[in-house]
């Protein structure tokens, strides 16, 4: 019937992802850039090479060597070069580690990363995927209003503001992005490699599951937590409320019975009209035959 699920195509739903992931990019760097500038990021950085530059220079002269020579050019070293080159690396970053003021710069840019990363998420989806779907309703966001698509309830009430609420910061911030944000940085800081990319797989591999398990409904975590839908709003009917959407499926089974009863009054009326020609049929018969003879 009209008020059944009607979802949305995969293409529309990917082509409103492309452009609101290029939209959401774009304010995420901005925000992280604001708040780059606020906790003097690039100082704390500079800082750290000039203590990284200053350690470098004092050992290159100590050794008599050169910590910015390229791979090829350290393996051109012979072996006993290369041990006094690695000799140097190796008491640089002792003394490195050992200064607690680079350390403490390196901790606060450690810090002032993860602080610029999820914070400019967060914001963006904020806005985009929060307020965006709140004001347009039903659920779009710029990239499925441009493409005709939107997220309601699955039992087909427009969404509301928990639903939007679970779906945002819990589905797609928490589980499907910062999990593997977080994962990523600890791989490349922490050096945790074959464990993240195993955790991020089986994350994948639990986000295509259940859109191919959900395939009348075709759902991400992220509805599964929110229980809603991606649905074409050019066939979709939305209601308010479950109070309309009873009504409406209320009046429509009416509605239904009553044209029921009407084709069954007016077939009951063709029946007994037809039987009745059929009966008088053999007494126009006989009177002929009386005539005749």
């Not at 606020?38 to 060597?65: M, P, Q, R």
């Not at 937590?225 to 709003?233: P, Y």
């Amino acid at each position: 019937m009209i008020f059944d699920i009607q979802k949305a195509s995969v293409l529309k739903r990917v082509s409103a992802f492309v452009l609101d992931l290029i939209l959401f990019a774009i304010l995420a760097v901005g925000i992280a850039a604001l708040i780059g500038l606020a906790c003097d990021y690039d100082g704390h950085i500079e800082k750290l090479e000039n203590y990284f530059t200053s350690y470098k220079a004092e050992y290159e002269l100590k050794y008599d060597v050169d910590l910015d020579i390229s791979e090829n050019d350290y393996n051109l070293l012979s072996a006993e070069e290369q041990q006094k080159w690695q000799e140097a690396y190796n008491a640089c970053n002792e003394a490195l580690n050992a200064d607690t003021g680079a350390t403490a710069t390196f901790v606060r840019i450690i810090s002032y990363t993860l602080l610029m990363v999820s914070l400019g998420i967060l914001f963006s989806m904020a806005v985009l995927e929060f307020a965006f779907p709140l004001l347009f309703k039903n659920g779009q966001t710029i990239g499925k209003k441009v493409f005709g698509i939107g997220v309601i309830h699955q039992n087909g009430v427009r969404v509301n503001v928990t639903a939007m609420f679970v779906r945002t910061f819990l589905g797609k911030y928490t589980v499907e992005t910062m999990v593997p944000v977080l994962l990523l940085y600890m791989m490349f800081a922490l050096g945790t490699g074959v464990i993240s990319l195993i955790i991020i797989g089986l994350l994948l591999v639990l986000q295509i599951g259940i859109f191919v398990y959900t395939k009348n409904l075709r759902c991400l975590i992220h509805d599964v937590f929110a229980k809603t839908v991606c649905v074409d709003l050019a066939s979709q009917m939305v209601f308010a409320d479950v109070e309309e959407m009873n009504a409406f499926k209320r009046n429509a089974y009416a509605d239904s019975a009553q044209s029921a009863s009407d084709n069954g009054i007016y077939d009951t009326a063709n029946t007994v009209t037809h039987t009745l020609v059929q009966m008088d049929k053999p007494e126009d018969n006989s009177s002929e035959d009386s005539k005749t003879e």
